[in-house]
C-alpha cells in the first residue's frame, strides 16, 4: 500500500509557492493592487462628482484631471496600503522562529540560514512585483478610458523602479524579522524604516540615492519626455539593490545566530 | 479614447470602466462567500457574522475582513475531525540496511557542558550515549533536559564544554516536545519537506515508510489543521524518520499523549532499539524505565547518575519482593533468614512476606529456590516499589541529604 504523497516533491521554493497559494498571501496581495488601481483613476476622474455628493450639493470645481494626476494616486494609495499588505504577508513568512516547534524542525535540517531566507525572499519580492504590475495595469486600462492614455515607455520604467522599492521593502522585511520573533513587531519595524526613508530624502545631497526616490518614480517617468528621466533614479536604484543585499546579509547573519 | 467630462450620458460611458470594478467587488464577496459555506470552521466570529460582514460593510471591505481575520486557513472543506485512531502501529523496520549496525563506543559525548542561565541551566554535564540504546533522559521540569538536547542538537549554544559526534550531523534527527506545522500543508507535504531537507536522495518511498511507521498512511492527503496533538507529535516521529537518522532526539515525545497514544509512541521508540540510538528525555519515569536501557538523571543542570537502567535500581535502591505462599510461611520465613544475600524477612500480612535482598540477581534467583526447597507452594512473587521512580527518589534524597 502507498500513501497519497503528492505527485510533485517538496522543497524549500515549493514550500513558499504553496504559502502564497493556500493561504490569502496571493490573493490579498492582488487584489489590494487591483483594486486601488482600478479605483484611483475613477475616484480621480469622478473626484469633482464625488465632492459634490459629499458637499450636499455644493458645486466644487477642480482642474481637469490628467493621466499623470490618477497614475500618482495609484502610486500614492499602493504605496501606502499595498506596502503594508507586502510587508505583513512577508514578515508572516520570516517568522519561522515565532513558533518553537517549527523553527526546531527548519534549523536541524537546513544547512545555513541563507536556504531558508532566499525563497521566502524571492517568492515575496517577485509576489509583490507581480501585484504592483497588475495594478499598473488596471490603472493605465482605467486612465486610458476616463481620462487619456500614459506613455508605454514610462510606465515601464515606473514599474521598474516600483518593483526594484518592492524588493527593497521585502530585503528590510527579512531584517526585521531577525531583530525580533514576532510578526507584528517585524511589521511595526520594517514599516517604521521605510517611512523614515523619506525623511533622509530631505537632505538635499542624497535625495536622490535614498530608497524612498523611486516611490514617486512612476509619475515623474511618466510625465518626462520619452527616453528621459530613468537616469534620474539609477543612483536610488543602486542603493536600493546594495542596500537590499546587505540587508538580507545581515538578516542572514542574525538569524544563523538566534537560538531557539 | 477617453470620455469627455460633462458627457450626457455619463454613467453609460464609464461603463467600460465602472465593470472592472464592480467585477471586482462582486468577485471578492463571491469568493469570500463561497469559501465561507465550503468551511467547516472559521475564526474570530461564528458564520452568520461573517456573511453579515461580507454583504452589509461596504464592498470590498467586508470581503478583504473577512479573508484577514475570518478565514481557515488549513482548507476549506475539509474535514477536520481527527482521523480514527489506528492500530498499534508496525514496528519500524530498518530503513536501510548495514547503515545501523552498532558499533563499539559511543555516538554522542559531552564534556563539561555548562549553559548557565542566572544560575539555572546547566553545569559541567558530561553526557556519555552508547551507540544502539535508547536513553533516557530523566529530570524535573526545569532540570535542563531540554536545555542539554538542544545543544547537542546545534539549536542552542553552550557556555563552556564541548559536544563530540561520532557521525555527521545530517544523521541525527530531531523531535521537539510540541511539533508545530503550517496547517495548510498535508502530512505527505510535511514529511516529505523534510525528506527533501535531509535525504534528497531518499525518493518518496521514504515518505510512505515513515508515515506509515508512526501510523498516519491514512492521513498522509490530509491537511494538518486538523490534526490532534498525538497526531502532530506522530507527524513529528514521521519526519525525523524519513532521513533514517542513526540518532534520534526526542524531547518529551509522551508529554501530551493520552495512554493509548502514550502506548503507541512508547512502542514506537523500543521497537528502535539496535537499529538506530534514541535519546528521548521525560519527565515521566514509568515511560523511561519501560523502554530505555540507558538511563541519565538531571537534577539542578547537574547528572546526578548515568548508566544503565537496571544498574540504577540495583545500585540505588534495596530490591524488594513481595513473597505469597500457600503454606509453610514461617519456614520459609526462617530459611530465606539464613541466606547470605537476604537483608530482611518479615510478614507484611498472614501469608506474605516482604524479602529485601542484596542483589536483584541474588532475589530473582534466590527466593524461588528457597521455597521450592522448602516444598512450600508459591502463590506469587512481585517486585515491591522496585522502579525507576524509587530509584530515582531515593538517589536525589541521597543528594538533597548531602547537600543539606
Known amino acids: 500500500m502507498t500513501t497519497a504523497v503528492s505527485a510533485r516533491q517538496m522543497s524549500l521554493w515549493r514550500l513558499e509557492w504553496l504559502r502564497l497559494f493556500r493561504t490569502p498571501r496571493a490573493l490579498s496581495l492582488g487584489a489590494v493592487y487591483l483594486a486601488i488601481g482600478l479605483i484611483e483613476p475613477v475616484a480621480t476622474r469622478y473626484a469633482s462628482t464625488l465632492l459634490a455628493h459629499v458637499g450636499n450639493g455644493a458645486e466644487v470645481r477642480l482642474p481637469k484631471p490628467t493621466p499623470v494626476q490618477a497614475l500618482s494616486s495609484y502610486v500614492s494609495e499602493a504605496t501606502l496600503i499595498g506596502l503594508i499588505v507586502l510587508v505583513s504577508v512577508a514578515a508572516s513568512a520570516y517568522g519561522f522562529d515565532a513558533r518553537p516547534g517549527l523553527a526546531a524542525f527548519f534549523r536541524t535540517r537546513v544547512r545555513g540560514m541563507w536556504r531558508l531566507v532566499a525563497p521566502r525572499f524571492t517568492a515575496y519580492a517577485v509576489g509583490g512585483a507581480v501585484a504592483y504590475l497588475i495594478g499598473t495595469l488596471a490603472a493605465w ?42 510578526t507584528v513587531a517585524s511589521v511595526g519595524i520594517t514599516l517604521g524604516i521605510l517611512l523614515a526613508l523619506p525623511l533622509l530624502a530631505d537632505v538635499h545631497a542624497i535625495s536622490n540615492w535614498v530608497p524612498s526616490a523611486l516611490i514617486g518614480a512612476p509619475a515623474d517617468l511618466v510625465a518626462s519626455p520619452p527616453g528621459h528621466g530613468l537616469v534620474h533614479f539609477v543612483p536610488a536604484l543602486g542603493v536600493s539593490a546594495v542596500a537590499g543585499a546587505l540587508a538580507l546579509a545581515a538578516a542572514v547573519l542574525r538569524l544563523r545566530r538566534r537560538e531557539i | 479614447m477617453p470620455l469627455a467630462a460633462g458627457s450626457a450620458r455619463p454613467l453609460v460611458q464609464a461603463l467600460p470602466a465602472l465593470i472592472p470594478v464592480l467585477a471586482l467587488f462582486l468577485g471578492l464577496d463571491i469568493y469570500c462567500l463561497v469559501n465561507l459555506t465550503r468551511a467547516t470552521s472559521v475564526r474570530n466570529a461564528p ?79 558530561d553526557l556519555a550515549v552508547p551507540r544502539g540504546c535508547v536513553y533516557g533522559l530523566v529530570g524535573l521540569n526545569g532540570a535542563g533536559k531540554t536545555t542539554l538536547l538542544s545543544i547537542v542538537a546545534g539549536t542552542r549554544h553552550a557556555d563552556r564544554g564541548s559536544v563530540s559526534l561520532a557521525i555527521e550531523r545530517r544523521r541525527m534527527a530531531v523531535c521537539p516536545d510540541v511539533p508545530e506545522f503550517d496547517g495548510w500543508l498535508t502530512a505527505a507535504e510535511v514529511v516529505d519537506l523534510a525528506r527533501s531537507l535531509v535525504a534528497p536522495e531518499a525518493g518518496p518511498a521514504a515518505v510512505d515508510a515513515a508515515l506509515r511507521a508512526v501510523g498516519l498512511a491514512d492521513a498522509a492527503g490530509r491537511r494538518l489543521g486538523g490534526f490532534s496533538r498525538g497526531m502532530q507529535q506522530r507527524l513529528g516521529l514521521a519526519c525525523a524518520l524519513t532521513g533514517d537518522p542513526e540518532l534520534l532526539i526526542l524531547d518529551e515525545p ?91 524477612v518479615e510478614t507484611a500480612e498472614p501469608g506474605v512476606l516482604r524479602v529485601d535482598a542484596t542483589t536483584i540477581e541474588d532475589g530473582e534467583r534466590g527466593i524461588p529456590a528457597v521455597v521450592a526447597a522448602c516444598g512450600a507452594r508459591q502463590v506469587s512473587c512481585e517486585p515491591a516499589a522496585a522502579d525507576l521512580e524509587a530509584a530515582f527518589l531515593a538517589l536525589t534524597g541521597a543528594r538533597v541529604a548531602e547537600a543539606a
Not at chain 2, 257 to 276: C, F, I, K, S
Not at chain 2, 294 to 305: A, E, F, H, T
Open chain 2, 254 to 344: 509522551t508529554s501530551a499523549l493520552d495512554p493509548a497514544g502514550r502506548a503507541e509512541m512508547l512502542a514506537l521508540v523500543a521497537a528502535m532499539r539496535g537499529t538506530r540510538t534514541v535519546i528521548f528525555s521525560s519527565h515521566i519515569l514509568a515511560d523511561v524505565q519501560r523502554v530505555a536501557d540507558q538511563v541519565g538523571i538531571l537534577r539542578d543542570g547537574r547528572m546526578l547518575y548515568q548508566g544503565g537502567t537496571r544498574e540504577l535500581m540495583d545500585n540505588h535502591l534495596t530490591p524488594s519482593w513481595l513473597l505469597r505462599i500457600a503454606e509453610r510461611t514461617g519456614e520459609v520465613a526462617a530459611a530465606l533468614a539464613e541466606q547470605p544475600w537476604v537483608a530482611r
Open chain 2, 47 to 125: 458564520k452568520l457574522a461573517w456573511v453579515i460582514v461580507i454583504l452589509c460593510v461596504s464592498a470590498p471591505l467586508g470581503a478583504i475582513l473577512y479573508l484577514f481575520f475570518g478565514m481557515d486557513r488549513t482548507g476549506a472543506g475539509q474535514k477536520a475531525a481527527p482521523a480514527p485512531r489506528q492500530a498499534a502501529p508496525p514496528a519500524i523496520p530498518p530503513m536501510t540496511v548495514g547503515s545501523l549496525q552498532a558499533k563499539a563506543g559511543l555516538i554522542v559525548a559531552t564534556t563539561g557542558l555548562t549553559r548557565n542561565y542566572g544560575g539555572n541551566g546547566l553545569f559541567d554535564v
Open chain 1, 141 to 182: 486600462y482605467e486612465t486610458r478610458l476616463l481620462i487619456g492614455s500614459l506613455p508605454v515607455g514610462g510606465l515601464l520604467a515606473g514599474l521598474l523602479c516600483g518593483a526594484v522599492y518592492l524588493a527593497f521593502a521585502v530585503a528590510v522585511t527579512a531584517f526585521a524579522a531577525s531583530l525580533t520573533r514576532t
